[in-house]
């Protein structure tokens, strides 16, 4: 039996597979301002960084503050890729069908639903979803993983965290929660020597547990 009585998911990346289409809708957008960036590059550089940390290293590679409806025109393109092109990570049905969890993520909440629901996902979610957005505290700082579980009615050491990114292991870790790193698109290979384990495959998941 395992250990945890809870798995609070990060949602890009883990349990959806978002975060290429919208740093490439980042990157093409960056690009249209002269910003001359490379989408590759950019998976390493922005994968599981805040909206507002992107859009601060776009303003210093093009020289000038962005457009005052960057975000807000960011926001109607992602969405808009989001349903043409978004499918749930390999596996993660058959995951969240066979263990209590929530999901914890950077975006904001209606960004989680819709990706949730073009996916299929969000019944098995509705009711445990929490944003950055809504405490305005992101990762690397640990309160959104401390919220999620305080709200499901568990302690960080009874709960495990999956995460994608460094920031989201190092704020996991900072929390006081293991955290298992997927690495299928760890690129930088950073997360190996930070999460308690790692794993390229959500079918391996509950044989980890």
Known sequence: MSKYKCIIFDCDGVLIDSESIAIGVLVDMANYLGANMDFKESMIDLKGKSLNSCMALISKRIGNPLPINFESDYRINTFETFRKKIQPIKGIKDVV???????????????????????GLLPFFEGNIFSCYA???????????????ETMGFKPEE??????SISGVRAAKL???DVFGYIEHDYNNELAGEANKTFDRMDKLIGML
Do not use: H, Y
């Not at 263990?99 to 073009?118: D, H, Q, T, W, Y």
């Not at 405490?135 to 579980?149: H, R, S, T, Y």
């Open 135 to 149: 405490i305005q505290k992101w990762k690397p700082e640990p309160d959104i993983f401390l919220w999620a579980a």
């Open 97 to 119: 069908e066979n263990l209590p969890f929530c999901v914890a993520s950077s975006g904001p909440e209606n960004k989680i639903r819709l990706n949730l629901e073009i996916t």
């Open 159 to 164: 709960c495990l965290v999956v995460e994608d």
């Open 175 to 177: 929390g006081g929660f």
